[in-house]
Nanobody, 125 residues
Framework: QLQLVESGGGLVQPGGSLRLSCAASGFTLHYYAIGWFRQAPGKEREGVSCISSSGGITNYADSVKGRFTISRDNAKNTVYLQMNSLKPEDTAVYYC??????????????????WGQGTQVTVSS
């Protein structure tokens, strides 16, 4: 069964850090670009960051640029999202998704074939 599983979410104070993980089972992530999305309460899901299959190309939404870092370890079949300087507006459910293509080419959800179940990130004092 092809599956993506996110982990690492939780409650953190403003200014704090979290590292999210996206692990694949049933398939290898090596051939997939991976995107991180998030959905805040009452808002549409939005793209946050994306990384090419090789890891050589990354992309970030303006709202997280300079604070979030996406990376991947293909040997571990896992993609990470390091989130620093977290703000209350980063509160959301975070999802990872796999696109069967080398490059990200944007955040159209229909381009991503596999999705995880999401992990909650809450930034609050």
């Amino acid at each position: 069964q092809l599956q993506l599983v996110e982990s690492g979410g939780g409650l953190v104070q403003p200014g704090g850090s979290l590292r999210l993980s996206c692990a694949a089972s049933g398939f290898t992530l090596h051939y997939y670009a991976i995107g991180w999305f998030r959905q805040a309460p009452g808002k549409e899901r939005e793209g946050v960051s994306c990384i090419s299959s090789s890891g050589g190309i990354t992309n970030y939404a303006d709202s997280v640029k300079g604070r979030f870092t996406i990376s991947r370890d293909n040997a571990k079949n896992t993609v990470y999202l390091q989130m620093n300087s977290l703000k209350p507006e980063d509160t959301a459910v975070y999802y990872c998704a796999a696109r069967s293509y080398y490059y990200c080419a944007g955040y159209r959800e229909e381009d991503y074939a596999y999705w995880g179940q999401g992990t909650q990130v809450t930034v609050s004092s």
